[in-house]
């Protein structure tokens, strides 16, 4: 009888250790979590650059366009020799803005980055792939995306719409109607004056 009555104790505690481990595996997989990060290659200066971060949720985790989450990441805490632990740290590192959402993934982008001083540190600052995503506190925010605003570096010129000395050359040529009208001017005026002298 003991021997049975052993059996069925240890059956038993085989099936909660599985199960225990099971639900720890499934509770991982769960987490909402930011998958992969994705950069756009400006080319030029002038042109935006986006930075999306995909969540392996979607509408079916409560995700929206326009709502805004948290990322934190999980940090575990270890004595000095690295031995002993002592538990985790979920630290927030910012807000993020759902931009598009399908079902099983969702694509959002930065709204506001957490500063450190009222946080603890982070050994990389700033959202990255793996952070988990928080949705308590999340709210909708339905302003419109920032503009990226175009701005060109305009040099001083004088009355005659040729640069002042000392100024530097515009990467690109100027939009003033009549500093390019000039400027093509001189360039036929130029090119005329070289063929006379050829022919000549």
Do not use: C
Request: aromatic share 6%.
């Amino acid at each position: 009888m003991p021997g049975k009555l052993g059996r069925i104790f240890l059956t038993a505690g085989l099936a909660l250790l599985v199960a225990l481990f099971t639900w720890e595996v499934f509770a991982a997989e769960g987490d909402v979590r930011i998958i992969e990060v994705r950069r756009n290659i400006p080319l030029a200066d002038t042109d935006p650059v986006y930075k999306d971060f995909y969540i392996n949720a979607g509408g079916e985790a409560g995700l929206k366009p326009n709502l805004v989450v948290s990322a934190v990441r999980k940090v575990n805490v270890k004595d000095a020799t690295g031995t002993q632990a002592f538990g985790e740290l979920l630290i927030p590192v910012g807000q993020l803005k759902v931009i598009f959402v399908q079902h099983g993934i969702a694509v959002a982008r930065e709204h506001k980055p957490y500063g450190r001083e009222l946080y603890p540190m982070l050994e990389q600052t700033g959202i990255m792939g793996g952070d988990l995503i928080d949705l308590k506190g999340s709210f909708v925010d339905n302003s419109p995306p920032p503009v990226h605003k175009i701005v060109q570096k305009e040099t001083a010129t004088s009355e005659t719409g040729e640069r002042e000395p000392g100024s530097e050359a515009p990467p690109t040529a100027s939009l003033n109607p009549a500093v390019i009208q000039r400027s093509v001017m001189d360039s036929m005026a130029e090119a005329m004056g070289k063929v006379a002298d050829h022919k000549e």
